[in-house]
């Protein structure tokens, strides 16, 4: 894994969860969230915050059922990483995403945080998740 900033997104059909990372550190944090109109950000947008970021990779978490079969929103972050990756011309890297979004409402209840942000906490755990797994 090449050391650098890395984004990592939780892609839904009505939100976009958005964090950003380190390789040396294997730390991200939550940066914002964006509506989306069924499953489609605000793509001129988004590409704006990836040219400021430049990031040396994206991550995109895909969520799949229980036993690992995939669903709708397995069809619509597949279809949202395949965009991603055609539009930017970044190294589009994916992972399971299984219970993330339950874990980031627990942090989120944890440190007293509002819940409007679980989307964006969401993919910092997927982001910092795809990180510890590239470390050797």
Not at 98 to 127: F, N, T
Request: aromatic share 6%.
């Amino acid at each position: 894994m090449s050391s650098g900033t890395y984004l990592g997104f939780d892609a839904g059909s009505k939100r976009l969860g958005i964090a950003a990372g380190e390789a040396i550190t294997g730390n991200a944090r939550a940066l914002e969230v964006f509506e989306c109109h069924e499953g489609t950000p605000d793509w001129s947008r988004l590409e704006s915050l990836i040219r400021e970021w430049r990031p040396t990779a994206l991550v995109v978490g895909i969520p799949r059922h229980a036993d690992g079969s995939a669903s709708h929103s397995t069809r619509l972050a597949e279809r949202f990483a395949g965009e991603l990756a055609r539009r930017t011309g970044c190294s589009v890297h994916r992972i399971d995403e299984h219970l993330s979004s339950h874990e980031a409402r627990s942090d989120l209840r944890q440190r007293g945080r509002p819940a409007k942000v679980i989307d964006a906490e969401a993919a910092r755990i997927i982001l910092e998740t795809w990180l510890s797994e590239q470390t050797p």
